[in-house]
Structures are given as C-alpha cells and as structure tokens.
T-cell receptor, first 112, second 112 residues
Framework: GQQLNQSPQSMFIQEGEDVSMNCTSS?????WLWYKQDPGEGPVLLIA?????ELTSNGRLTAQFGITRKDSFLNISASIPSDVGIYFC????????????FGTGTLLAVQP | EAGVAQSPRYKIIEKRQSVAFWCNPI?????LYWYQQILGQGPKLLIQ????????DSQLPKDRFSAERLKGVDSTLKIQPAKLEDSAVYLC??????????FGAGTRLSVL
C-alpha cells in the first residue's frame, strides 16, 4: 500500500536542540496530520493542518502544510527527554472514505 | 472522556492458530478503523466501518482476516489461520464528526 516518505529515518540529538523532520508524497492531500507514538502505545495526534500554506503551532511544535499539498514539515524547538518517540506524518486522501495514509516514521532520541 | 479501548494488549500464538482482538471506540464515534503496524513501519489500514457497515476493506487479506461491528459500537478483528508475517501491532482507531482519528494502545501479536 501507499506510504508517505518521511525523513530523516532517525535522529539522535542533545537536550535543548531543535529538530526538523519532513514528509513528502507523490499524491496531493487535503489534510496533513502529525502523530507521536510512544513505545507500547498508539499514535497520539500532535498537530492537524487543513489548508495549503498553513503554519500551526502547538507549544514547542510547529508544522506547515506545503503549498504544493504534497509535503509537510514538523519542527520541535528546545527538545526535552520526553520528546523521545516515533513521529509519523499522515495525509488524508480525497473522497468520502476519509482514509489516512501514514509516513514511514522518524525515530527521535534525546540525550539529557 | 474515555479513549479507545483494546484488548488484549499482548498475544502470543503459534502459526495456524486463530486469534481475535477486541475494540471499544470512543462513545458516539460512528467510524471505526483497524490498522496493522509492522515493526519499523507506519500503520496500514485494514478495514474501515461506518456504524455497522464496511466502508473500505480493500487492504484486508480476506482469506484469513475477518472483522465485524455488529451493533455499530464494539468491533472484533479475527485472524484464522495466523501466519508468521501477521506478527505486528493491531491498532484500532475511531473518529467522530471531524477528520481526527483517535487510536487505542494496540494489541501486540507475536506468531511463532
């Protein structure tokens, strides 16, 4: 099945550093979502984007919906140890079924 | 508000055995999804229900997987017989009126 290309695949950073990850697709999406998944848990929604060009913040997190509707990025500022986890982008396909297509994930490790 | 409940959390079976997973969505959510998440990948949609009807089961391996949502609330996903490649986390998600899907903690299946 189709999956979005997410990069980087993994990141190992020091506490306090900023982080940036992005997601690209060959298809157009009308909604982009960013989820975080902790070990042994299901994905939890971080940010939702609904319009091309939209820039949205949630605390230390900032995400943008690309103008072409085929990409999105997520930034985390001043990382802390609890930011550790796997971050997934997800795009909504057009149409009535409201199907989510997930990215391949970015593993983030933060060293105190 | 209670989240999406799934059980069991873990299941270990031998190949060719059968297994069933249960999901109770967020109260009032009409749409329910089952995803398969293989280690190192993003979740992949298996089946989507709207109330008690199937909206999309195009990615469900119907020769061995089945799912039902008889009363439009709880849902079960069954695998019979299981194969080694079915080892994964099975996530249930539900959605209300908006675009956001809320995920349960998942059931981790190991097929030996």
């Amino acid at each position: 099945g189709q999956q979005l290309n997410q990069s980087p695949q993994s990141m190992f950073i020091q506490e306090g550093e900023d982080v940036s990850m992005n997601c690209t697709s060959s298809s157009i999406f009308n909604t982009w979502l960013w989820y975080k998944q902790d070990p042994g848990e299901g994905p939890v929604l971080l940010i939702a984007l609904y319009k091309a060009g939209e820039l949205t913040s949630n605390g230390r997190l900032t995400a943008q919906f690309g103008i072409t509707r085929k990409d999105s990025f997520l930034n985390i500022s001043a990382s802390i140890p609890s930011d550790v986890g796997i971050y997934f982008c997800a795009g909504h396909t057009r149409g009535a079924t409201n199907k989510l297509i997930f990215g391949t994930g970015t593993l983030l490790a933060v060293q105190p | 508000e209670a989240g999406v409940a799934q059980s069991p959390r873990y299941k270990i079976i031998e190949k060719r055995q059968s297994v069933a997973f249960w999901c109770n969505p967020i109260s009032g959510h009409a749409t329910l999804y089952w995803y398969q998440q293989i280690l190192g990948q993003g979740p992949k949609l298996l089946i989507q229900f709207q109330n008690n009807g199937v909206v999309d089961d195009s990615q469900l391996p119907k020769d061995r997987f089945s799912a039902e949502r008889l009363k439009g609330v709880d849902s079960t996903l069954k695998i019979q017989p299981a194969k080694l490649e079915d080892s994964a986390v099975y996530l249930c998600a539900s959605r209300g009126q908006g675009h956001i899907q809320y995920f349960g903690a998942g059931t981790r299946l190991s097929v030996l």
